[in-house]
């Protein structure tokens, strides 16, 4: 395990879960089993691959899975200056590394963790972390040798865009 990632005896430490009603998923061993509520799901497949904390809109208003961060788990200087977000989700068609960038790091963080699918990692980085590609496309960072695809969207920010210390914008339209 890397240095600053959790295992799933720290999730409930880092996070406040919520969620009304029980739900299924399929445990390491791939029974489908079912979690309790206000219980996250660690989901894996049929022969017990993990794939990550399951996150669903629930059947009905007000059922969905809901991940909060808590914010005395980022140092100060992350809470409140600008960061790079890494987020690898799967929503059915593959793993998806992207890359935010915010000058609000748990606004950031509960809004990739409430999308609905397989959260597999979730970090921050100090920092606008260099950006990667062509001149006119959003383009890629580069962390612990793999690629984290840039967003379009300017994540959690105050209306500005978010430029680099000299003033180049970090995201072409």
Same mark, same amino acid.
């Given at each position: 395990?890397?240095?600053? =990632?959790?295992?799933?005896?720290?999730?409930?430490?880092?996070?406040?879960?919520?969620?009304?009603?029980?739900?299924?998923?399929?445990?390491?061993?791939?029974?489908?089993?079912?979690?309790?509520?206000?219980?996250?799901?660690?989901?894996?497949?049929?022969?017990?691959?993990?794939?990550?904390?399951?996150?669903?809109?629930?059947?009905?208003?007000?059922?969905?899975?809901?991940?909060?961060? =808590?914010?005395?788990?980022?140092?100060?200087?992350?809470?409140?200056?600008?960061?790079?977000?890494?987020?690898?989700?799967?929503?059915?068609?593959?793993?998806?590394?992207?890359?935010?960038?915010?000058?609000? *790091?748990?606004?950031?963080?509960?809004?990739?963790?409430?999308?609905?699918?397989?959260?597999?990692?979730?970090?921050?980085?100090?920092?606008?972390?260099?950006?990667?590609?062509?001149?006119?496309?959003?383009?890629?960072?580069?962390?612990?040798?793999?690629?984290?695809?840039?967003?379009?969207?300017?994540? *959690?920010?105050?209306?500005?865009?978010? *430029?680099?210390?000299?003033?180049?914008?970090?995201?072409?339209?």
């Amino acid at each position: 395990m890397a240095d600053g =990632d959790l295992d799933q005896g720290d999730f409930d430490i880092a996070f406040a879960f919520t969620r009304p009603t029980a739900a299924a998923y399929r445990n390491a061993a791939g029974a489908i089993v079912l979690a309790g509520a206000d219980a996250p799901r660690f989901d894996h497949l049929g022969d017990g691959t993990a794939r990550g904390l399951l996150v669903e809109p629930g059947l009905q208003l007000g059922q969905a899975d809901r991940v909060r961060l =808590d914010p005395l788990m980022l140092p100060e200087d992350l809470l409140a200056g600008r960061v790079t977000i890494l987020h690898a989700l799967d929503q059915g068609a593959g793993l998806v590394r992207r890359a935010w960038y915010s000058e609000n *790091a748990k606004a950031t963080i509960d809004a990739c963790l409430s999308i609905a699918g397989h959260h597999q990692e979730i970090g921050v980085i100090g920092g606008f972390r260099a950006r990667q590609g062509g001149r006119f496309e959003p383009g890629f960072v580069r962390y612990r040798r793999l690629s984290w695809s840039l967003t379009r969207i300017l994540a *959690a920010n105050a209306g500005a865009a978010l *430029a680099d210390d000299d003033g180049h914008p970090l995201i072409g339209a």
